[in-house]
């Protein structure tokens, strides 16, 4: 019966109305983290991976200053911003091009370097955005598995075909906050086609302090077939203006020059971009504040019993028990209770786990604190 009724609604009609292109419905949307609480109520907001600092006082200056010029259109080449961007890291500004955000410059490399029958690979756990930009290329995703939750070398390796346009490497990698050593990225540069563009997100990386990490500069800058991506919604706290960018060969810049919209990104992102990036008083606060708050997250959670993956992001993923009472569902369900909004994160592949921006010192005890009652209670 179940058979019969399956082929007949295979085989029913398509409504005689405007059709999406093959593959689009089969695209998952992206779903955002919460922003409120139960019944609307919100104290300490930590779904996002959002700064707890605010945003840098120039850049807020400076979108004041725009905002009384709203009627004319942006520098559509974002040259102030992209001179000030090369001038803090030492790039060429040719090399660089703006976004709406770095998912905006994800997207155009999907779009100008993929399409049907093409294949492009990303991690098991990798931001939910490289499927999407896969898919709605027309391209196929081909998914590699990670060894403790942290993007693996040789399996991508393994899984490199002459169908295989492209990479997508998060690193730091969200949701785990895991990494891979530069040796590492270097090894699986070197084991790549020359014709596959292998892609360095690196919007978390203002926040890494270990010897063996580097973003994707070297690379972008010496090699025609490395792309590194960053991010002003992170650590700069510019995520409601929407801006990124990206640095990599001049081939590919000039591609999705081609594609990318004539005036993609406002006039008050870039102002505002350009002076958050200038900002390195606000910028070291904010390490700072992370670099105390991140192992005390982490230790408080740990104490509780809750198991932690060792991050290098401004967040943290905790696993809990897989037992009635106690799972990572029912502690959502309890810290929304308590105006605390985390990050339940069962479409990356991870159902018994949250995800914990590092926020004020108010917020990250009360999150603490609410979950030790809700593990003494269960």
């Not at 606060?285 to 992370?290: I, Q, R």
Request: glycine share 10%; proline share 6%; charged share 20%.
């Amino acid at each position: 019966m179940n058979e019969m009724i399956n082929v007949k609604q295979d085989n029913a009609p398509k409504p005689n109305r405007p059709q999406p292109k093959a593959g689009v419905l089969d695209i998952a949307p992206y779903i955002p983290g919460k922003s409120k609480g139960t019944h609307g109520k919100t104290l300490h907001k930590l779904s996002s991976n959002e700064t707890p600092l605010g945003t840098s006082p120039g850049a807020r200056a400076a979108v004041d200053a725009v905002a009384e010029k709203l009627e004319l259109y942006p520098d559509g080449a974002a040259t102030e911003l992209r001179a000030a961007i090369g001038e803090v890291y030492g790039l060429n500004p040719d090399r660089i091009i703006c976004g709406a955000g770095s998912d905006e410059v994800l997207s155009l490399l999907a779009y100008g370097y993929l399409g049907p029958g093409d294949e492009a690979i990303y991690s098991e756990h990798g931001f939910l955005v490289y499927d999407i930009a896969i898919r709605a290329a027309g391209a196929t995703p081909v998914i590699a598995p990670e060894k403790g939750l942290t993007t693996d070398v040789d399996a991508i390796l393994e899984r490199v075909t002459a169908k295989t346009k492209m990479v997508f490497i998060a690193n730091p990698n969200n949701p785990t906050g895991t990494y891979l050593p530069f040796d590492e990225i270097k090894r699986l540069h070197e084991g790549l086609p020359d014709n596959v563009l292998l892609v360095l997100d690196a919007a978390y990386a203002e926040y890494v302090r270990r010897n063996d990490y580097e973003s994707g500069m070297e690379l972008a800058a010496t090699t025609e077939n490395v792309f590194m991506t960053r991010t002003f919604s992170k650590i700069y706290g510019l995520a409601n203006l929407r801006l990124g960018w990206g640095y990599g060969p001049s081939h590919v810049i000039d591609a999705l020059n081609r594609i990318r919209g004539p005036f993609n990104i406002s006039g008050v992102a870039i102002a505002a971009g350009i002076a958050a990036v200038k900002d390195r008083e606000f910028i070291a606060g904010a390490v700072e504040h992370n670099d105390k708050w991140l192992p005390w997250v982490a230790a408080e959670m740990e104490s509780l019993g809750l198991k932690v993956t060792p991050s290098v992001g401004n967040f943290v993923l905790v696993h809990f028990p897989d037992e009635a009472g106690k799972t990572a569902v029912e502690a959502d369900a309890y810290l929304l209770e308590q105006g605390c909004v985390l990050r339940l994160v069962g479409n990356y592949g991870l159902p018994n786990a949250l995800r914990m921006s590092i926020g004020t010192e108010e917020a990250n005890r009360a999150v603490v604190a609410h979950l030790k009652d809700f593990l003494s209670k269960a």
